[in-house]
Nanobody, 122 residues
Framework: QVQLVESGGGLVQAGGSLRLSCAAS????????MGWFRQAPGKEREFVAGIGSTGSTIYADSVKGRFTISRDNAKNTAYLQMNSLKPEDTAVYYC????????????????WGQGTQVTVSS
């Protein structure tokens, strides 16, 4: 059973940056692809970025060029660097894990963290 704990959320002005972290425990980190999702009030949870165990990455079109996903296998941690933040990026951000490659579909992820709030003010 994999446990995931997100951190690094907060309040930031538009144009600012934040780095989210996702610490994993209870499993072999390198077996898992990691994903970041987000959910704004009244909206569906949506894919943001994913990274495979070998470092291959995928992104939602809405964040390409602004967000960067990475992982440190020695620290069992995944990261989401968010730059040029916009008010529409405001959401609860969730970390997720699945075996195999990173995928866009949230139903393919088996493990989820509790989420961290990101609020971008205009």
């Amino acid at each position: 059973q994999v446990q995931l704990v997100e951190s690094g959320g907060g309040l930031v002005q538009a144009g600012g940056s934040l780095r989210l972290s996702c610490a994993a425990s209870g499993g072999t980190f390198t077996y898992y692809a990691m994903g970041w999702f987000r959910q704004a009030p009244g909206k569906e949870r949506e894919f943001v970025a994913g990274i495979g165990s070998t470092g291959s990455t995928i992104y939602a079109d809405s964040v390409k060029g602004r967000f960067t996903i990475s992982r440190d296998n020695a620290k069992n941690t995944a990261y989401l660097q968010m730059n040029s933040l916009k008010p529409e990026d405001t959401a609860v951000y969730y970390c997720a894990a699945r075996t195999g490659i990173a995928r866009y579909e949230r139903y393919t992820y088996n493990y989820w963290g509790q989420g961290t709030q990101v609020t971008v003010s205009s």
